[in-house]
């Protein structure tokens, strides 16, 4: 009875784990909605910019303006990428959800402790047994 009272409440989906998992997600959740928010305010602020035609310098010629008098240099059939951009691409993919919460694994947990309750449960019963059998047999 008593294995069976810590699976439901440390093991079961209602369980002391399966809450603690929860509001880890919960958490973490949370913080990327509050990320997410922050780049989100952050874009309506450049898009306001932009519709009032206020342009960064980097925004300019990061489109392909290229300044009167300034040199360029064309490189064939080679693909070059910023090292600006992939790392923005890394921050948006662990931002978004690249991520995955450090929690643990319930399923497991309770497999094994199905596996412990059987073993100690088939030892309880080898000793009554046994017991009754040596006693039998005085």
């Given at each position: 009875?008593?294995?069976l009272?810590?699976?439901?409440?440390?093991?079961?989906?209602?369980g002391?784990l399966?809450r603690?998992?929860?509001?880890?997600k919960k958490?973490i959740?949370?913080?990327?909605?509050?990320?997410?928010?922050?780049?989100?305010?952050?874009?309506?602020?450049?898009?306001?910019?932009?519709?009032?035609?206020?342009f960064?310098?980097s925004?300019?010629l990061d489109s392909?303006?290229?300044?009167?008098?300034?040199?360029?240099v064309?490189?064939e059939?080679?693909?070059?990428?910023s090292?600006k951009?992939?790392?923005e691409?890394?921050?948006k993919?662990?931002?978004?959800?690249?991520?995955?919460?450090n929690?643990?694994d319930?399923?497991?947990?309770?497999?094994?402790w199905a596996?412990?309750?059987?073993?100690?449960m088939?030892?309880?019963?080898?000793?009554?047994?046994?017991k009754?059998n040596?006693?039998?047999?005085h």
């Amino acid at each position: 009875m008593f294995l069976l009272g810590v699976y439901v409440f440390v093991f079961s989906d209602t369980g002391f784990l399966e809450r603690r998992n929860l509001q880890k997600k919960k958490y973490i959740l949370t913080e990327r909605i509050q990320k997410l928010q922050i780049m989100n305010r952050d874009l309506e602020l450049r898009i306001e910019q932009y519709s009032k035609g206020n342009f960064t310098l980097s925004d300019i010629l990061d489109s392909g303006y290229v300044p009167v008098g300034s040199t360029t240099v064309y490189l064939e059939n080679l693909q070059l990428s910023s090292f600006k951009e992939n790392k923005e691409d890394k921050e948006k993919d662990s931002i978004i959800g690249g991520e995955k919460p450090n929690v643990l694994d319930t399923e497991s947990l309770r497999i094994l402790w199905a596996v412990f309750s059987v073993f100690v449960m088939l030892i309880i019963f080898s000793r009554v047994y046994f017991k009754e059998n040596m006693g039998a047999k005085h």
